[in-house]
Every structure is written in C-alpha cells, then in structure tokens.
C-alpha cells in the first residue's frame, strides 16, 4: 500500500517478498526480504550489517501483478540491527533493469 504522509519525493510501496542480494561481480548471493519499494530506495531486512556506501545488486521476485520482477543496483544508505543478526538495509537505487 502506498504511504501518502510520507514527505518523501517518492512514494513507498510496502512489498513482502524474497530478496536476493549480492556484491557487483561475486558469485555468491544471501537471501533477505524486501519491504518496500520507492522511485529512489528500497528497503530490505537481510542478515549482514553492509556500510553505507557499499554497492549492491538485489534480484526482487515480487508476488503482485503491480511491481515485476527486477534487479536493481543500490548503494547502500543505512544499515541498522533490529533482531539479532536482523539488519534493515536503506538503499538508494542507481539502475534498473528487468528481472
């Protein structure tokens, strides 16, 4: 659903599904979740803390008919504990392309 009383340039869409995300050019890839997505950001819960900065490519397998699935290119904005070892990742997206 998205949030409207976020003054935010974007929008949020919360999306509940399976996340995959990897550093550029690694082979191996760890499994998360994604929460939302926005024209600029998406926000995942994943099991590692990454520094801000760091860059990313997320592979997003959505279950609804608005958002397919994607790959995204993100740096990352913020990244903080919120179960243990439960990190949410803020990112910023850099690129899209089609799943």
């Not at 935010?8 to 919360?14: G, V």
């Not at 999306?15 to 939302?36: Q, T, W």
């Not at 993100?74 to 439960?86: D, P, T």
Request: overall charge negative; aromatic content about 10%; some cysteine.
């Amino acid at each position: 659903m998205l949030n409207q009383e976020e003054s935010r340039q974007f929008n949020r869409m919360d999306v509940f599904c399976a996340i995959d995300y990897k550093f550029p050019d690694a082979e191996e890839s760890y499994v998360g979740e994604c929460l939302n997505i926005s024209g600029s950001g998406i926000l995942f819960r994943g099991k590692h803390r990454l520094e801000r900065g760091m860059a990313l490519e997320l592979a997003i397998a959505t279950r609804n008919d608005l958002t397919t699935p994607l790959r995204a290119y993100v740096e990352v904005i913020s990244s903080k504990e919120v179960e243990s070892e439960q990190y949410e990742v803020a990112t910023e997206i850099k690129g899209i392309r089609e799943y």
